[in-house]
C-alpha cells in the first residue's frame, strides 16, 4: 500500500475554497506516477509535477467547485503540462525507472514468482497505446473516479468508463498473452 | 465514434477495479482483476526524497522567484499599497474618478457653449437679400474699410470683398466706383430678464451712429422673450454700429450682405441724361417754333419729358439712400441656460444631467460598436487557439 492511496481523498462541499496545501499533501505522489507514466522520464517528471503544482497555486482561485473536483482540476492542470513537455522534447524519453532497486527489491521480498508477474505486467503496460497507459495511470495511481477521469480528458462520464475499461481489458489480455 | 453503453459485466469488472483500488476483497471469477490493479501498482513511480523535500520547500514558501532587489522593493510597496487599498475600495474609487473626469469634460464643453456657438458662426443660407444684382454673403466687414470714406450717399465696396458682376446690362467692368446695397443681421441672446435693456441699448446704439429705428418690437415676460429691430444706419457706420451691438450680449450670428446695383445705378443715370438732353432739345425746338401748332407739339413733348426726368430722379434717390443707408435686422432671444437670473439653477443642473447622460450614452454606444466585434475576434482567436492548442497536446500523446 503506497503512502499516497492510504491518504482518503478529501471531499469539501461545493462552495468550499480550494485548499492547495491539502491537496498538495493528498495528490503530490500520484501527480508524480501519473506524469512519469507519460513522460517515461523522472527528471522531467519531477521538472513537470514542480511546474503543475506551481500553475495550480498560481490559479487556484479561477478553481470553480462547480466545474469538478480539486484533484481532477489538478490533473487537468498536470496532464496539460505534461503534454506541453511531450510537444517540446518531441520525443519519447526513455523509462528511468531505477531498475537495480527495483531487482534488489524483488529479489529481496518477493521472490522469482512476484519478479515474473511484474516483469509481465510492465511489459503489458508498454505494448499498451499511450491513451490507454494514461488511462491506467489515472485509474491505478492516481486513483480518480470515472467523474474526474472524464473531466481530466474531456469526455462524458460514461465515455470515461468506456474507454477505462477497454483499456484494461486490453491490459488483462496483453498480461495473458 | 466510441460506444459509451457498458455492459453489466463491464461494470462489473470496473466496480472490481475500484474494490482492489480501495483494499476491498473482490468476487473470485474476477481475482484475476484484483492481481493486476495490485501488480500494475506497485508499478508506479515514486518521487525521490530530495525532490519531495524541495517540493515541499517550493510549496511552504508559495513558489516564491528570486527577484532583482529593485524589483523585490517596487513589488513590496505594492504590495504594501494594495494592503492598504483593498480592491474593493479601489474599484469604486477609480471609477468615480473616471466618472468625475468625463463629467467634468463634458460639463466644460456644455457650459463653454460649443455646439451653439459653432452655429451663430455660420452664415444662414436664407438672408433676404435685395432681387437686383448678384449678392455676397460675408462674416465680417473689416473695419475701417472704403465704407468709412464715404460720407456722402455713394457707398464703395471694401477691397476685401469681391462683388460678382452683374448680369446683362447691370455688368460694367473695370468701373472703380462700385455701388454697393448693404444689409446686415445680428442675432443675440440674453438672459430673460436682461432683453428690455438690450432693447434699450440697441436703440442707443442706433442714435449713436445716426441711423433710425425702422420697426421695433419687444416682448419679454419671466419665462423668456423676444425683440426684434429693423433699423436703417448710414453704410459709412454699419461696421460701427455692428460692432456696438456684437457687444451688447451673446452673438449667436451675425451675418452682412453686399448687393452690387451699379448697373443699375448707372441705367438711371444714363436715361435721366438722356432725358435731359431731350429737354434741351425741346426747349431749342420751342425757342425756335414759328407756328402756334408747333408751339403746342413742343409743349405737350416737353411735359411728358419733364414727367420722365422727375420719376428717373426719384429713382435715382431711391437708389442713393439703398446705398447710403444700410438695413440692420437685430433680434434678441433669451438663452434657455441662461434661466432668469444668469444663474445655474436646479433646472439648468437637471438639464445638464440629461445631457451628460445622453453624451455618456453616446459614447457607450460608440465604444460598443467597436469593442464588441473586436471582443467578438478576441473571443474567436482565443477560442481557436485553445481548441489548436489541446489538438496539438493530444497529438503530442498520440505520438508517444
Redesign the interface.
Known sequence: ??ET?AVAIPTRPAEQALDF?AL?RTS??DV??YV???L?D?SA??DV??MA??RA??RRRTFSPRRGSPRGWLFGIAR?AA??E??RR?R?APLV?DPEDVSATLAAEDGAELAL??E???AG?ERLE??DR?L??L???A?LS?VELAGVL?V?E??A?????RA??K??KA??A | M?????TPE??R??AA?DAA?A?DRVDPDLV??E???L??????????GP??E??DA??AE??ARPRPAGVARALGLVAAARARTSRRMLLPALGAAASLLLVVVVATSLLTGGGEDTLTKDEPAGLSAPATGGAVQERQAAPGSADDEAGNSTTVAPPGVAVPPSTGADTLPGRQDRRVERAATVALTTAANRIEDVADDVIGVTDDVGGIVVTSSVNSGERGGSASFQLRVPTGRLDEALEKLSKLAHVRSRTQNADDITGTFVSAEDRLAASRAERRGLLRQLAAADTTNETASVRARLRLVQQEIAAQQAELRRLRERTSFSVVNVTIDSDSRSGTGGGWTPRDAWNDAVRILEVIAGVVLVSLAVLLPLGLLAGLAVFGGRIAR?R???Q?????
Open positions: 500500500m503506497t492511496l496545501d498538495y503530490r505522489d508524480f506516477a512519469a507514466s507519460l517515461r523522472r517528471a519531477e509535477t514542480a503544482f506551481e497555486f498560481r496539460n503534454l506541453d511531450l510537444r518531441k519519447v525507472a508477474r511484474r509481465v505486467v510492465r503496460l499511450a491513451r494514461e491506467i495511470a485509474k491505478f495511481f486513483g470515472n474531456g462524458s460514461s465515455n468508463g468506456t474507454l477505462l475499461h484494461v481489458s491490459l488483462r498480461c495473458h | 466510441h460506444d459509451d453503453t457498458l463491464a461494470r469488472e470496473l477495479v483500488l483494499g484475476d482483476i492481481r493486476l490493479v501488480a500494475v501498482r506497485d508499478e508506479r513511480e515514486r518521487p525521490s525532490f519531495c524541495r517540493l517550493r510549496v508559495r513558489f489541446r496539438q497536446r493530444e503530442a500523446l498520440d505520438a508517444t
